[in-house]
């Protein structure tokens, strides 16, 4: 079975904080040009900082850009189920490849209230739809079990696991295992090569945006069967992960490294993390040291 590698994609920003398309379009390119596909308004794409209008120009913008090159992911997940059903009609009609949706953020709920949202989404769109796990930011947590319910919908074609632990990632691939049609993306960065090995369809990485070559180079490497150099791949995205995170909160340190390699990216929406001189020199002394800026 093909493995496949996604980003999830930032959105570029003037210096008015206006979505810059331009730039956008570029970032776009960079990944089509290497075979990674695209998860579009995510955690790294300030999603939860786009009107609802900029999330649809945005998609159409990134659909249109692919082409149908690579495929595109986007994350209609809002806190509250009536409005990202609006978003999911919405990206249904641009004719993304597939859905993903957030749990909710601000609300809590219970697991029989996130089986009743998933649903709802699933059923009111003709594109698959994909559970988009990440507790630490929405403090919302999809157990195992409450998954493997949802597997059983015909329209839920998986989830993006971005909670970081590998005893989840191994509940939830054992639901791939035993139910046809119900995929596993892996989002921890250090847990690429490993997820792959352990029956993932693949990745859904923030540092792709940074090392979209290397990220690459692990899912084509393990695809052509080549361990060796698919785990030398993963030692060296590593490398860059550990260093480079340990600087602050992921997202904005992956906004903040592309910027120190292509000011055209712009600064997230405010009040996330402004590039500023100090953090910049440690960023630049990293990515040098990986080989991403001449010294």
Not at 5 to 12: D, G, I, K, P
Request: proline share 4%; glycine share 8%.
């Amino acid at each position: 079975m093909t493995k496949f590698a996604y980003v999830a994609f930032v959105t570029c920003f003037n210096e008015d904080e206006t979505i810059n398309f331009d730039a956008t379009r570029a970032q776009v390119r960079r990944h089509i040009a290497v075979g990674n596909n695209i998860l579009c308004a995510g955690t790294n794409g300030d999603f939860s900082a786009l009107t609802f209008d900029e999330k649809v120009k945005l998609t159409e913008a990134v659909v249109d850009e692919v082409a149908g090159k690579v495929k595109v992911i986007v994350n209609a997940g809002m806190p509250a189920t009536f409005g990202t059903v609006k978003f999911a009609r919405e990206f249904d009609r641009i004719g993304v490849d597939d859905i993903a949706v957030i749990t909710p953020f601000f609300i809590s709920c219970t697991q029989d209230g996130l089986e009743r949202r998933f649903k709802t989404v699933a059923d009111a769109v003709k594109m698959p739809v994909y559970l988009y796990d990440i507790p630490a930011r929405t403090q919302n947590h999809i157990e195992p079990e409450t998954a493997r319910a949802l597997a059983a919908h015909g329209n839920i074609a998986g989830i993006k696991d971005s909670g970081g632990k590998q005893d989840t990632l191994e509940a939830y691939m054992a639901i791939g295992r035993e139910v046809d049609g119900f995929d596993v993306y892996s989002g921890p960065d250090h847990l690429v090569h490993w997820a792959l090995q352990n029956g993932a369809a693949g990745c859904i990485s923030d540092l792709g945006n940074v090392l979209p070559d290397v990220l690459a180079r692990i899912v084509s490497c393990f695809n052509a069967g080549d361990e060796v150099a698919a785990a030398a791949a993963q030692e060296a995205f590593t490398a860059m992960r550990v260093d480079l995170y340990a600087l602050g909160f992921p997202p904005a340190m992956v906004k903040c490294a592309l910027w120190v390699m292509d000011h055209s990216v712009g600064a997230s929406r405010q009040p996330a993390l402004l590039p500023n001189p100090e953090q910049d020199a440690q960023i630049r002394a990293i990515l040098e040291k990986h080989g991403r800026l001449s010294a």
